[in-house]
């Protein structure tokens, strides 16, 4: 998450960024999930071949550390103690080390038919799996009040976006109206407004674009 998502959603973050990860003999499956822990028909994998070294650190919580062998490093939030003791009880024996990819690096595979996925490529190589695209889930967030959270499945914060968009939309209107009325410190207000409906429609727009690259399937 970076820091415009963590200021203008706050604590939301670790739910719309939740995951589950499922640790095999061979890798790491990383599974995107909704507020209740059910997957959301995303799948990628982290080969430990893949993987050049791990580290946990923290004390409540633990920040689970991956460094790729492409250089790329990812960090995870395990809220369990008691994970924290079962992977380090197990995963250095297995990293580094292990049959690696060409991709050096988590990668997507298709939730149909588990064949690795094309980088930028919104279609399923093997079984045709069609997904969604940046192009139009930007669109939709950009034009759409809430549009953002409605296009990535997560409906009850498309429901707040909604709401937050068109009160600032009416009470950009009003700002507007006021201007026209000749009230001096309107033009100041409207610029406020501009400010926050550019900030979130830039947050809505980061949001698609993260998830989208989840390879979110157009028909589960």
């Known amino acids: 998450m970076n820091a415009l998502e963590q200021f203008l959603k706050g604590w939301h973050v670790y739910y719309l960024k939740a995951c589950a990860l499922v640790f095999t003999s061979k890798r790491i499956l990383y599974v995107p999930t909704d507020t209740g822990g059910k ?12 993987v050049a070294s791990f580290s946990l650190k923290g004390l409540l919580s633990a920040a689970f550390a991956l460094t790729y062998a492409s250089g790329r490093k990812e960090t995870f939030t395990i809220q369990a103690m008691g994970d924290r003791k079962k992977i380090n009880s197990f995963l250095p024996k297995l990293v580094p080390g292990g ?8 990668h997507f595979l298709c939730p149909r038919c588990a064949k690795p996925l094309v980088k930028d490529h919104y279609t399923c190589p093997s ?5 969604k695209t940046p192009s139009q889930a930007v669109k939709f967030a950009l034009l759409v009040p809430g549009g953002g959270f409605f296009q990535t499945g997560h409906f009850w914060f498309g429901v707040q976006g909604a709401f937050v968009d068109l009160l600032e939309i009416v009470l950009f209107l009003a700002a507007i ?9 309107a033009g100041s207000v ?22 989208v690259a989840q390879y979110i399937p157009v028909e589960k």
């Open 127 to 131: 079984c045709r799996m069609a997904f």
């Open 177 to 185: 109206d006021e201007v026209r009325r000749g009230s001096p410190e």
């Open 39 to 50: 997957p959301r028909h995303s799948l990628a994998q982290m080969r430990y071949g893949d």
């Open 190 to 211: 409207i610029f406020a407004f501009l400010l926050i409906l550019v900030a979130n429609k830039l947050a809505a727009v980061q949001h698609v674009k993260f998830h």
């Open 99 to 106: 049959e690696g990819t060409d991709r050096r690096d988590r």
